[in-house]
């Protein structure tokens, strides 16, 4: 989990603290990098805790302009989940595999995809369906052989020309047994229309420091799951 933050002022920045409180109450205070006006943190969450996260941005001026800020971001097992088939069963050309995927992964536009055998393949979200699908007729799919599968929602937020990619992965990995069916991975992966955030060049208007005081920005991605593995 990246959390990532731009900040700016005319008259110059005299302090930042960033704190995250943790779901078992427990405060932290970690040393962020800096880049230019941008500064980050990468929270790992070793003791995978599940439930809600609150990060706070502090950030107080030279002329002792204050600004605080909160955002919330969630560990849990519902980001992504398997539709059908049932893990481990059989499928075919024709099997089409669903998974659902929560919207809120991110404020903006996601990236669906999937790996199988190392092979990256976009996911389609089929409205008729409600879920995100594919079929194993795509290459990377090897027939009458164990297939592994792994999903990923891949997340992007740019502050100008700094971006930081914050991909939501499903640590639990997916096994289907293919038919012997010379139809499956004969066929080119499907392209995605969806558009991530790009850099862009920076466009701050100077103003005056008694009128601007301290403009800050926060961007967390509200869910991020990690599972136990089993």
Known sequence: MVIAAYVTDNAGIDKINLSIQQPNNITIYPS????GNTISYTYTNKENLKGTFTVTLYVRDVNGHEVSINKTFRYDEKAIKLLSPKNGETVDNTTFIMFDIDNSVSENNFLPYYTVNDKKINLTKSQELGAYVTRPIYKGWVPGKNNTVRVFAEVKHCFYTYCFNNTVADSTPYTFVTEKDPLIGETNGTKSNIKLPQPKPA??????ETMLGVTSTIIVTIFFMKRKKK
Do not use: A, E, Q, R
Not at 32 to 35: D, G, I, K, V
């Open 203 to 208: 466009n701050i208007t100077p103003g005056f």
């Open 32 to 35: 962020y990098s800096t880049n």
